[in-house]
């Protein structure tokens, strides 16, 4: 499998300053609490932990839209 060129906190904090309006949930494997509280801070909305299920993207979805 092929490494990725950019990790989560670098992709939440490049789409962060494009938009700083917009709502992420991020979708990580990690189970680094460092990690996760960084994407945070730095802009993301929420966060789903890797395996999950398709309920609790569509709860995250929809309580983003709900704020």
């Given at each position: 499998m092929a490494r990725p060129k950019k990790d989560g906190l670098t992709v939440v904090q490049e789409i962060i300053q494009f938009d700083p309006n917009s709502k992420i949930i991020l979708i990580t494997a990690?189970?680094?609490?460092?990690?996760?509280?960084?994407?945070?801070?730095?802009?993301?909305?929420?966060?789903?932990?890797?395996?999950?299920?398709?309920?609790?993207?569509?709860?995250?979805?929809?309580?983003?839209?709900?704020?």
């Open positions: 990690s189970d680094d609490q460092k990690i996760i509280r960084s994407c945070l801070d730095s802009g993301a909305s929420s966060y789903v932990s890797k395996p999950f299920d398709f309920n609790t993207i569509l709860k995250g979805i929809s309580d983003l839209l709900a704020k």
